[in-house]
């Protein structure tokens, strides 16, 4: 029998970040960012093992959650600003053989900060390095949006000077686009690496590099906040066949018929004022209430609160809104399939959004799952779309004029 080949994938993930603090274990899509990472790992059938090397014990806590080993905690002069990629994997690799006489054939780097991975991208740069066995590595790359044929550098004496020169064209940075050589830019989504490239010639890449050629579109990589919503944007609206640490989110039904909306945490900020006598009042949103008047008026598409809370105040709002509402509801996925046949509407034709955990029995039951940007962490988990806005701060009119986009 041939043995199996090892392949180890590594996820650095340092304690540190200054752009983004605690940006490894942060939600991204409702997920650890550092769990997009493991899953892509986990979920490729040459993977063989997965370890997180981290200086920070509760980036390892999270990373064990998610199905990564951690057998050492990183020392702290190799989690620094400055500390590079090299000395990283030198250490993994050294640490593995010397405590459990453990040495892959392949080493897979796999940055948290390039979430977006292809489902496939793992498996065809593994098997690319595997085709041939004269390279040293497989690193992913994308045609470069900007041409450095066209770049300039400025000398001691501030003029210009061109970057690059090319063989038999005087001046390409005067040239089309099409007669200058192609060039790639690197990504953070992966790396695949011999072994023996990393303690042999000590680099993270050898001499003989190999291009996973990516699809732009998934070319992320998280350093602020703005790479972070652009990033997440993607994820619930980009449509792409990508990694997913739990369910793959559903899209918009092709037919929708109803929204069912939570009340609390969606048409309200999830706060209450009471005064002396216990009477209470909440903080709404006007523009939700125009926005579900609008998709009906455009779209022919009803909408219902469904609330656990049984009040005066809920009653008043949805009648304000001309909303129909079910209130003292303790079983809500009882009443939303019941609610269902009395229509005579299939469940797919059927979006939910909600913010709390009560919600999470009407996911499965409906054509999609919706959720404000500020749900409760495990309701995020499970959303099939996360909204840009707050509950009561124009979550229900983000959503309205979604759907007024794709059905009206």
């Given amino acids: 029998m041939v043995a199996k080949t090892e392949v180890l994938a590594v996820i650095p993930a340092r304690g540190g970040s200054k752009g983004i603090p605690r940006k490894n274990i942060r939600s991204f899509a409702g997920h650890p960012l550092i769990a997009w990472s493991i899953a892509a790992a986990r979920q490729c059938k040459l993977v063989t093992r997965v370890i997180v090397s981290t200086d920070d014990e509760e980036i390892a806590d999270v990373a064990r959650?998610?199905?990564?080993?951690?057998?050492?905690?990183?020392?702290?002069d190799l989690a620094q600003d400055l500390t590079t990629d090299y000395p990283v994997f030198e250490h993994a690799l050294a640490w593995l053989k010397e405590n459990e006489g453990y040495i892959p054939d392949l080493v897979v780097q796999l940055r948290p900060t390039s979430p977006i991975r292809p489902v496939d991208m793992l498996e065809h740069s593994i098997q690319l390095m595997l085709d041939h066995p004269e390279a040293d590595s497989v690193r992913g790359v994308i045609p470069s949006g900007q041409n450095p044929y066209k770049m300039w550098r400025i000398d001691e004496h501030n003029q210009m000077?061109?970057?690059?020169?090319?063989?038999?064209?005087?001046?390409?940075?005067?040239s089309p686009r099409q007669q200058l050589p192609q060039t790639y830019w690197q990504t953070g989504h992966i790396d695949v690496i011999r072994t023996a490239t990393i303690t042999g010639q000590h680099s993270l890449s050898g001499k003989?590099?190999?291009?996973?050629?990516?699809?732009?579109?998934?070319?992320?990589?998280?350093?602020?906040?703005?790479?972070?919503?652009?990033?997440?944007?993607?994820?619930?609206?980009g449509g792409f066949k990508m990694v997913y640490p739990g369910k793959a989110p559903r899209p918009l039904p092709e037919k929708l018929r109803l929204v069912v909306m939570d009340f609390d945490g969606v048409l309200t900020d999830n706060r209450v004022w009471v005064d002396e006598t216990g009477k209470e009042t909440v903080a709404a949103y006007r523009s939700d209430s125009l926005g579900l008047a609008l998709l009906r008026q455009k779209t022919g598409i009803d909408s219902?609160?469904?609330?656990?809370?049984?009040?005066?105040?809920?009653s008043a709002r949805c009648k304000k809104m001309n909303v129909p509402v079910m209130q003292g509801i303790l079983h809500k996925e009882e009443a939303l399939e019941q609610l269902l046949r009395e229509r005579l509407i299939e469940p797919g034709e059927v979006v939910y959004i909600g913010n709390d955990v009560n919600d999470l029995v009407c996911f499965p039951i409906v054509g999609c799952a919706v959720v404000p940007v500020d749900a409760e962490p495990d309701v995020l988990q499970q959303a099939d779309i996360t909204?840009?806005?707050?509950?009561?701060?124009?979550?229900?009119?983000?959503?309205?004029?979604?759907l007024m986009q794709k059905y009206g």
């Avoid at 219902?304 to 809920?314: C, F, G, H």
Wanted: net charge negative; glycine share 8%.
């Fill in 65 to 76: 959650r998610f199905g990564a080993e951690t057998p050492f905690i990183r020392p702290a």
């Fill in 161 to 174: 000077k061109p970057l690059l020169q090319v063989q038999g064209v005087d001046e390409p940075f005067n």
């Fill in 208 to 237: 003989v590099i190999l291009p996973y050629l990516m699809d732009p579109v998934y070319a992320v990589d998280i350093d602020g906040p703005r790479d972070w919503q652009r990033a997440e944007w993607l994820v619930w609206n």
């Fill in 304 to 314: 219902i609160v469904l609330s656990t809370e049984k009040n005066p105040v809920v």
């Fill in 387 to 402: 909204l840009t806005r707050r509950g009561g701060h124009g979550a229900v009119r983000e959503l309205c004029d979604l």
